[in-house]
């Protein structure tokens, strides 16, 4: 059982990127797609695909790599945990990187990387932030 699944999430694919795997599988669920269809929206990753086994679902995550060999994913930080949640409104909105890097927004129209939220006007919880 994990406390923390958008945490796991996270850390599998930090770690796969980290030892260069080209893919890396997860523990499908709603949320986890979204967050993977936004990273690969933002740049971050290359493809995603759901996997349906008999009974059970996986997300497949193909990772996305500089023509050096580098990964194009260079960090990832869950920001809300939950034991602290972390809200802030539409005018506190933070930037990563000096906005270079992506934060993540739980707002109430789903999912969104800082720059949309602040172009909608949406507060929400920080879900992560990621950067290359």
Request: hydrophobic share 35%; aromatic share 4%.
């Amino acid at each position: 059982m994990n406390s923390d699944p958008i945490s796991d999430f996270l850390t599998r694919i930090r770690n796969a990127s980290m030892v260069n795997k080209p893919s890396v599988i997860v523990p499908h669920s709603k949320f986890k797609l979204e967050l993977s269809k936004l990273l690969k929206n933002e740049g971050y990753i290359s493809d995603v695909k759901v996997i349906e086994e008999s009974s059970k679902k996986e997300i497949q995550i193909d990772l996305k790599y500089s023509e050096e060999g580098a990964p194009v994913l260079a960090g990832l930080n869950r920001l809300s945990k939950p034991g602290r949640r972390l809200y802030v409104g539409s005018e506190s909105l933070p930037r990563n990187n000096g906005g270079l890097g992506t934060v993540i927004i739980s707002t109430s129209r789903g999912l969104l990387p800082d720059s949309e939220a602040r172009k909608r006007k949406l507060g929400g919880e920080l879900i992560c932030e990621v950067w290359s």
